[in-house]
């Protein structure tokens, strides 16, 4: 091949690969939205689910020279839930903090029990959400106006499908940012 059907074939894999994205994100949503779906709720070790999730995002987070960090409860924590389910949002997560920290940046995964609940945190060094845009960050396609204007790839589902999740398990969800 020469350097420009290189060039071209890269291209055509990216935007393929971007795609797949789209229509699993998209596929997803809809799944979780349906009337059909339903979780399996289960006892769930939650340290088991965001060790999954982390060692997930171990092989991103070294190509992009970041710390990937976390840190269990002091005793196990164990919470009805789907784990498949929750493993996803968890990657969700763990993902958009990848993807949005420079190199030499830090993402941290913190988990605590506090009155009957368990809080998941995830902590990262990235380059923040705009203040006017958190609010409309739930949101279908919506994307943060820093990462359209750094070019950063995404969908726009990512953070309404860990959204969906976080309530289809009665959880909550909160936000805390600065650019």
Do not use: W
Request: hydrophobic share 40%; net charge negative; with cysteine.
């Amino acid at each position: 091949l020469t350097g420009g059907q290189r060039a071209m074939l890269a291209t055509i894999g990216r935007s393929a690969a971007r795609l797949h994205h789209l229509v699993d994100d998209v596929f997803t949503l809809a799944k979780l939205e349906s009337s059909a779906f339903s979780v399996e709720m289960h006892p769930v070790d939650l340290a088991e689910v965001i060790a999954g999730a982390v060692d997930a995002m171990r092989p991103p987070a070294a190509a992009g020279k970041l710390t990937l960090t976390c840190s269990e409860p002091s005793e196990g924590l164990v919470v009805p839930g789907d784990p498949g389910q929750l493993e996803r949002m968890l990657i969700n997560l763990l993902s958009n903090a990848v993807k949005f920290t420079p190199e030499r940046g830090h993402v941290e995964v913190t988990t605590a029990a506090d009155r009957g609940s368990a809080v998941i945190q995830v902590r990262d060094t990235g380059i923040g959400i705009p203040a006017h845009d958190q609010k409309a960050l739930f949101t279908r396609f919506y994307r943060a106006s820093n990462a359209i204007e750094r070019r950063i790839p995404g969908t726009g589902l990512g953070l309404t499908i860990v959204k969906t999740i976080v309530s289809t398990h009665g959880g909550e969800m909160s936000l805390e940012s600065r650019e």
